[in-house]
Each structure stands twice: as structure tokens, then as C-alpha cells.
DNA sequence: CTATGTGCAAACTATTTGCCGTCTG
DNA sequence: CAGACGGCAAATAGTTTGCACATAG
């Protein structure tokens, strides 16, 4: 079964630096925007395409984040997310979780793969937008 | 601010006792789907807006899960769940989680409220069919 | 050359909302 | 009997897909 060839175009290359570069977890609309920058014909489609296909290969990572908009992520080193309950904005946060016990999943039948946590909290803005009130 | 008065309607009931008679993590359109065996003319826009307004009242759980479709849970104890990476299916896991250290979140200035872990994992019925190949 | 990829638009899935008549408290 | 609620259908948000043409390798 040999896999799939994939050919690096023009559409596919710019996605992937686009989301390198940024420093943010952007949402597939936010990329789309700036993609568009420097390729003004691109569609959403396409955006969605190469965002998944890039995932699949390993080199950005989609957010397992709760809520209805994926967000994606160009720094595929482990780490966690925080993100604001009020506009959504992701944070990074770096530190080790312990494995899983086997205390944890005495009373299923699921077999485990893996565990994600994700934190929830307010951003500095949204807390500076509180403190007018 | 005098809070909105709740009226306990035959479709608010039922929806109620329908999540809370299960042991699964029902969605929206299951939940709907069964309610309508009792009531034949409810619409799935009433089931969306009293599923959320239990939530709110904090008498049923709506679960952060990733994924496309919302779950709910007529368990409200704190506890946790395994998520089937193949079909979606929810287990539930009791047990209790340290609490997250300062050095998680040493790195950002956002405010912590709570944090939320999900595993995931392969249900039995999964495990089955994989095994046949 | 040819299969993979793109642009475009339409389709789809999950959820939300406006309107207006109904029913609870 | 007022205001909360439900049914219905249309609207919305996010994402996916079919198709015909374009292009990387």
C-alpha cells in the first residue's frame, strides 16, 4: 500500500509558514485571512485541506480544544493550552503530566491512548475589560 | 436583578427525565430523538433550548469534549471521561485529579478557573472489530 | 503526461433564532 | 392574564465536497 504523493505547491508552502510563523493558535478562518495577503485567489476550501493534510502528516497540530472552531497550532513540541472563557485566545503552557494510574481506569473496559487536559481561565485582556465594569 | 422565573413545562420534565434515566452521554438529536417517542410534536429547537437551560440551573452537565457534536450527562458528581478515538462513544472514570501546580502555569498571565481532562482510548466494541482484520 | 491539487459554489452538520400562538403559575 | 415557552422554519457558523480546470514532479 503505497501511500499518497503529496506535492509541495505554492498554496501548501505558504499555508505551512504562515502558521510556523505565528506565535498564536489561529482558527482555519484566521489563516485563510492572512493567507490571502500574499495569495489573493486562495479559497477557504483549500485553507481547510492543507490544514488537515498538514496534521495528518505531523507538522502543525489541530487542537483537540473544546468548543465549535478548531484552532491549529505550528509549535508541535508537547505541551497544554489554556483558553480565555470569554473571546477564546489561547495561551501555552509547558510542564509534564503525570502517566495515567491505573487507579484511573479501574472500572472501564476502554483501552487508554492518551490524556489531554486543557486549562480554562481569563486573559489578560478580557480581565482588564472586567475591571471597567 | 431578579433572576428570569422557570416554568416546569411537560417538555422541560420529560427532557429531564430522559437525560437523567440514561447512562449514556446522550447528544442533542439522541435526546430528541427519544423525548419524541413521548412527545411526537416537540421540536429539536425546544430540546436545544431546555438542554441548556438545565445546564445553566446546573442540573444536568454539558460535556467540554472535543469533537463536533455536544454530549450531555445526567451525572452531575464530579468525574471524568474516555472518549473512543473510533467512534465517539463516552465511558465515564471516577477519580480524583491533583490539583494543577503553580508550575503549570508559571508561564502565562492568564487567570485560572478550573481545568478539564479528557482521555482517550478505544471502547470494547472497537477493540473487536479491530481485532478482525 | 497524469494524478494530485485548486477555485468555486453548493452541500452538509450542528446549533441558534425570530415569530407568533400556547400554556404555566 | 402576563410573560415564559414551544413549534416551526429560516438563518447561521463552521466545515466538507463535487466538479472541471490547473500544475507539480
Given at each position: 500500500?503505497?501511500?499518497?504523493?503529496?506535492?509541495?505547491?505554492?498554496?501548501?508552502?505558504?499555508?505551512?509558514?504562515?502558521?510556523?510563523?505565528?506565535?498564536?493558535?489561529?482558527?482555519?478562518?484566521?489563516?485563510?485571512?492572512?493567507?490571502?495577503?500574499?495569495?489573493?485567489?486562495?479559497?477557504?476550501?483549500?485553507?481547510?485541506?492543507?490544514?488537515?493534510?498538514?496534521?495528518?502528516?505531523?507538522?502543525?497540530?489541530?487542537?483537540?480544544?473544546?468548543?465549535?472552531?478548531?484552532?491549529?497550532?505550528?509549535?508541535?513540541?508537547?505541551?497544554?493550552?489554556?483558553?480565555?472563557?470569554?473571546?477564546?485566545?489561547?495561551?501555552?503552557?509547558?510542564?509534564?503530566?503525570?502517566?495515567?494510574?491505573s487507579?484511573w481506569t479501574a472500572n472501564t473496559s476502554f483501552q487508554i491512548?492518551?490524556?489531554?487536559?486543557?486549562?480554562?481561565?481569563?486573559?489578560?485582556?478580557?480581565?482588564?475589560?472586567?475591571?471597567?465594569?
Amino acid at each position: 500500500m503505497a501511500e499518497k504523493q503529496h506535492r509541495m505547491t505554492r498554496q501548501r508552502r505558504i499555508i505551512l509558514e504562515t502558521v510556523k510563523g505565528l506565535k498564536t493558535h489561529p482558527t482555519a478562518d484566521e489563516v485563510f485571512g492572512l493567507v490571502r495577503k500574499r495569495l489573493p485567489r486562495i479559497s477557504l476550501g483549500t485553507v481547510y485541506r492543507n490544514l488537515d493534510l498538514l496534521t495528518e502528516q505531523g507538522i502543525i497540530r489541530k487542537l483537540d480544544t473544546a468548543g465549535q472552531q478548531k484552532r491549529f497550532d505550528g509549535d508541535i513540541s508537547p505541551h497544554y493550552h489554556i483558553k480565555c472563557v470569554k473571546c477564546g485566545k489561547i495561551d501555552d503552557l509547558y510542564f509534564e503530566l503525570p502517566k495515567p494510574s491505573s487507579e484511573w481506569t479501574a472500572n472501564t473496559s476502554f483501552q487508554i491512548l492518551e490524556y489531554n487536559v486543557e486549562l480554562l481561565g481569563i486573559c489578560p485582556q478580557c480581565q482588564k475589560k472586567m475591571k471597567q465594569h
